[in-house]
């Protein structure tokens, strides 16, 4: 079993910035994927960003540029860090470690809340 543990949410002002942090325990199997995705009310669940054990990265339009995902191997820990922060990044942001060789496993964390204020 693997656990998922988010912290770094918060409230924070239009232009400001914020560092997320998730880390990973359990039975963790080299070749994953680690991202984050995240969740406004009354929308779907979009990927935010997402980075290979080798360090390939993947971001959609809406934040490249402004957001940067990177990961300790060692730690097992990921991390997305968030600058010029937006009003419409408001949302529950999600950890996801994702493995598609055997043994396959798709693992959520329980989310963290990100505010942002104009």
């Known amino acids: 079993q693997v656990q998922l543990v988010e912290s770094g949410g918060g409230l924070v002002q239009a232009g400001g910035s914020l560092r997320l942090s998730c880390a990973a325990s359990g039975s963790i199997f080299s070749a994953n994927v680690l991202g984050w995705y995240r969740q406004a009310p009354g929308k779907q669940r979009e990927m935010v960003a997402t980075?290979?054990?080798?360090?390939?990265?993947n971001y959609p339009d809406s934040v490249k540029g402004r957001f940067t995902i990177s990961r300790d191997n060692a730690k097992n820990t990921v991390y997305l860090q968030m600058n010029s922060l937006k009003p419409e990044d408001t949302a529950v942001y999600y950890c996801?470690?994702?493995?598609?060789?055997?043994?396959?496993?798709?693992?959520w964390g329980q989310g963290t809340q990100v505010t942002v204020s104009s």
């Open positions: 980075i290979t054990s080798s360090g390939n990265t």
């Open positions: 996801n470690l994702l493995r598609v060789l055997n043994p396959r496993y798709n693992y």
